[in-house]
């Protein structure tokens, strides 16, 4: 029997990472991290000191792992453990541009495939485009969402807690941004697919989230 799929796709910031690894917790299943992976490989390429259009033609020699244990998730290149560094604001800034790499995302799409065939009983896997392109057979497809505000508050205070730019403000504006280059891209956009459950977390919590997106998996399986 294959593995229940769970996409769970939406803007930066609308709390995707915390309500898939919840999720995935509460019914055992796996969990996998697809902007951790995209970030990984900007880690990778900015550290290489490739741009956009050089990376292309060196993907071989950028090896990407990624952990699918909800309670301890990690992201390694070449065997060096990146979870931290990929977070910095510099992959922040430059991701969309890389991302946008037809290459870079055949590559990438390819592993998420394969970590959903090696998956046990199921996988929830986040990102922008794993209910529109990834998994379009996934079990459940979510679209998940808040008001740009209440991103950019929950935002700010993560990056508080890493010791980065706390502002509002600052947070809004580089989420608006990443918002419109991964919405705005050629390759595989940032949109709602047809048959996914849009959830708007704006005005609910964290637990109220999961236990919704947890309910509605439960109906489908
Ligand atoms: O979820 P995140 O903010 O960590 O994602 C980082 C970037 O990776 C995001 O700006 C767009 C890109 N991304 C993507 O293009 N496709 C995905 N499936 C996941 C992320």
Redesign the pocket.
């Not at 991290?33 to 970030?39: E, F, I, K, L, V």
């Given at each position: 029997m294959s593995a229940v799929i769970v996409a769970i796709?939406g803007p930066?910031?609308s709390g995707?990472?915390s309500v898939s690894k919840g999720v995935a917790s509460r019914l055992r299943y796996e969990y996998l991290?697809?902007?951790?992976?995209?970030?990984a490989l900007?880690w990778w390429a900015l550290d290489k000191h490739l741009s956009p259009d050089q990376v292309a033609d060196r993907l071989d020699e950028c090896a990407i792992m990624s952990g699918t244990d909800p309670e301890a998730p990690f992201v390694t290149v070449n065997a060096i453990d990146v979870s931290e560094a990929?977070?910095t604001p510099e992959v922040?800034a430059a991701?969309?541009a890389?991302?946008?790499v037809p290459q870079v995302?055949t590559m990438?799409?390819e592993m998420?495939r394969e970590a959903a065939a090696n998956a046990g009983s199921g996988l929830v896997?986040?990102?922008?485009?794993?209910g529109t392109?990834?998994f379009p057979d996934a079990t459940l497809k979510v679209y998940l969402t808040a008001d740009v505000e209440a991103r950019a508050q929950r935002r700010a205070a993560e990056n508080a807690q890493r010791g980065q730019d706390a502002d509002v403000a600052d947070t809004h504006e580089s989420l608006a941004a990443?918002d419109a280059?991964?919405s705005g891209?050629a390759v595989?956009p940032?949109q709602v697919a047809d048959d996914a459950v849009q959830v708007d977390a704006t005005f609910m919590t964290l637990p109220e989230v999961i236990d919704h997106v947890t309910a509605l998996v439960q109906e489908r399986v």
């Open positions: 796709d930066s910031g995707k990472s991290d697809t902007g951790a992976m995209y970030r900007t990929i977070r922040t991701v969309s890389y991302s946008a995302r990438l799409v998420q896997a986040e990102g922008r485009d794993l392109v990834v990443r280059a991964d891209r595989s940032l």
